[in-house]
């Protein structure tokens, strides 16, 4: 079983709202991250975790704030966006430490977000 | 950094041909490099991937092909059906490092 799932599958929030996105893996996976793609473009990293660490912070704004409650777990907090950060939002999974090795990274489904 | 460039960004086939999808990358440190195919409204899925201790790799109608001299690999799809039609990205990583990904390819299937 390779599945990641996200929730929810679609979002709509105004700029002053606070949301969170949801992720989660049974793999045993001990890295998790969070992409942001826009239309018709590749995904780009935002955030890395190893081992339930931060490990990487692609120079995010601080409007996103990830979380990693557990090895199985990540979250996503949204806070004071703007209509740029509209996007579809994916986490990944991958079985180890994120930067020990060709490893191997499976994709959810993805978060639309929609922020009016 | 890695910079991954990948063609062409957009190839039509009829349903039953071949369909070859290409990616350069520049770090001739880079070893892992994964295939993902992504339709609409879903988040990408691995169809193959090749590491750089092998050339070629095969899977039923998919294979790629890896070159590390000239620093190419390439996405071979035989047979094309017309739920190949989604969006192909290739990616390159090295060791200690993130991965990137191409821009992508709209390959389309007509029937």
């Known amino acids: 079983d390779t599945e990641v799932t996200q929730t929810p599958k679609h979002l709509v929030m105004g700029m002053t709202n606070k949301k969170s996105l949801k992720c989660e893996q049974h793999?045993?996976?001990?890295?998790m991250y969070w992409y942001k793609q826009k239309a018709k473009k590749p995904p780009e990293l935002m955030f890395v975790?190893?081992?339930?660490?931060?490990?990487i912070n692609e120079s995010v704004p601080s409007r996103f704030s990830p979380e990693c409650p557990n090895s199985s777990l990540l979250n996503l907090h949204l806070h004071a966006l703007q209509p740029e950060d509209s996007a579809l939002y994916l986490c990944?999974?991958?079985?180890?430490?994120?930067?020990?090795?060709?490893?191997?990274?499976?994709f959810g489904p993805g978060t639309r977000l929609l922020v009016l | 950094g890695e910079n991954v460039e990948q063609h062409p960004s957009t190839l039509s086939v009829q349903e039953g041909d071949s369909a070859v999808i290409k990616c350069t990358y520049s770090?001739?440190?880079?070893?892992?490099f994964p295939w993902y195919k992504q339709e609409l409204g879903k988040g990408p899925q691995l169809i193959i991937d090749?590491?750089?201790?092998?050339g070629e790799k095969k899977d039923q109608r998919i294979a790629v092909t890896l070159n590390k001299t000239a620093k190419h690999f390439s996405l071979h799809i035989t047979e094309t059906q017309p739920e190949d039609s989604a969006v192909y990205f290739c990616?390159?990583?090295?060791?200690?490092?993130?991965?990137?990904f191409g821009a992508g390819t709209r390959l389309t299937v007509k029937p």
């Open positions: 975790y190893s081992y339930e660490k931060l490990s």
């Open positions: 770090d001739s440190a880079s070893n892992y």
């Open positions: 990944a999974s991958s079985q180890e430490s994120y930067r020990w090795g060709e490893e191997t990274q499976y």
């Open positions: 793999m045993g996976h001990r890295a």
């Open positions: 090749i590491r750089s201790n092998v």
């Open positions: 990616a390159a990583k090295e060791w200690n490092n993130d991965m990137r």
